[in-house]
């Protein structure tokens, strides 16, 4: 609890923890001088640390707390328009834990257990929509958005000749 994980595996990553940690330490020093005299309970002071280098066996968190996944857009995410903007927060809630059975996996590699996998959805294509999209294009003059998304045969059909050849 009162750590930010970060994941800056990418080049392009931004430390979004930097601002809020000052932030609130800013807040916190406010609040402390305005009443001074009172018996006011300080904030959590905020670590950060680097995601990669963390294991869930190491978490320490609150059973039925709330807690906040955010992540940043990349390639691997662009077919979800709300990742366009990197604006992609997830909240979740640890609620069940229990001491282990004899029953149970003994691996560490098998746990957490995940009780709920959302269905994924894809982007259809903008073109056709009817067909799964392939392929993200931007700026593109012969797309009808920005960005534009497109199954492999709109693709195709729109950027190259019959012969193979890329139009442009």
Known sequence: QDVFYNDMRHPDAVD?????????AK??????????RSKLSKLP?????????THFRDLNFKLGSKYLYCHQASTFFLLSPDLMDGDCKHVFVIRDMRL?????AR??????VLRFLPRLRYRKCSICSVYRARKI??????APSNPCFFCDSCYYSLHYSSEGVLLY
């Open 107 to 112: 691996s560490p590699s098998t746990y957490p």
């Open 27 to 36: 807040q916190d020093d406010a609040r402390q001088t305005r009443r001074s």
């Open 137 to 142: 294009v931007r700026d593109d003059k012969l």
């Open 100 to 104: 282990i059975h004899e029953d149970d």
């Open 16 to 24: 979004y923890s930097e601002n809020i940690i000052s932030w609130i």
């Open 45 to 53: 002071s905020f670590k950060k640390a680097n995601m990669a280098e």
